[in-house]
């Protein structure tokens, strides 16, 4: 793969971790498509980012914006080189509420963060270069601790699932030479993820850390990017913790 010349869509890409990766990728001369549902946020991120990134306006839950989406870009590019999968968001789900109120939430946090992702995974799948196509994930520590307070079930289940996913497509594509991976960030501290978060919870995390710092989106950009590489294209099926030693040995 030559990293200049790599096609890369990118969900959730006009904000948090997904907007920073897309602009790693543009400032080194790739052609970036990002994705998400706000037309606004996709429309400034792509003007500030330069000519090289597209944006496309649709919910990743919904298979007929799915399907009409990455048509309109394969039509562009003919094919794409790597899919990072970013988008998703948190939502409360407890015991306490009523069941229809969970539930609606549950189906919410599940249909952004893992349905989105096999969607695209599987309406991108043909398009991606073989060899050397890439899918990557955006996981959570959350997967591995259920998440930091109560009512993170729907959110840890959605991201668990994005293993289930990394370990399913890693066995059905790495024969084709493209490689399937999630990166599980920890405590990030530059995102809206974690932007209520009191001091005393975050001096708490940092403590906890044996890196004795809060994460940094260029550090999930980094993981990312080397996953996205030529270099790992041994790499397959692993899923890539990011948290500063929080947690690991998993």
Not at 87 to 103: K, N, Q, S
Not at 190 to 195: A, E, Q
């Amino acid at each position: 793969m030559n990293q200049q010349a790599r096609r890369i869509i990118i969900t959730g890409g006009n904000s948090g971790m997904g907007r920073a990766m897309a602009e790693r990728f543009a400032r080194e001369g790739a052609q970036v498509a990002i994705i998400g549902r706000d037309r606004n946020t996709l429309r400034a991120t792509a003007e500030e980012l330069g000519s090289q990134v597209s944006w496309y306006q649709a919910d990743v839950s919904q298979r007929e914006q799915v399907q009409s989406t990455v048509t309109a870009i394969v039509e562009q590019w003919g094919q794409v080189d790597v899919l990072i999968n970013a988008a998703g968001f948190v939502r409360g789900a407890t015991t306490d509420m009523p069941l229809d109120e969970a539930e609606r939430e549950w189906d919410a946090v599940i249909d952004a963060n893992l349905k989105g992702s096999f969607l695209m995974t599987v309406a991108v799948g043909p398009y991606l270069v073989r060899p050397g196509g890439r899918i990557i994930y955006i996981s959570s520590i959350a997967a591995f601790t259920g998440g930091s307070r109560a009512g993170s079930t729907a959110y840890a289940a959605s991201k668990a699932g994005l293993h289930g996913l990394t370990y399913g497509f890693a066995r059905e594509l790495s024969s084709q030479s493209i490689t399937v991976n999630a990166v599980a960030p920890g405590y990030i501290a530059d995102t809206g993820f974690t932007g209520a978060w009191t001091d005393e919870k975050i001096n708490g995390i940092i403590k906890e850390t044996p890196a004795g710092r809060g994460g940094h989106v260029d550090d999930v950009v980094a993981a990312v990017h080397y996953l996205a590489s030529p270099e790992a294209s041994f790499v397959t099926g692993e899923v890539l913790n990011v948290n500063g030693g929080w947690l690991f040995g998993r």
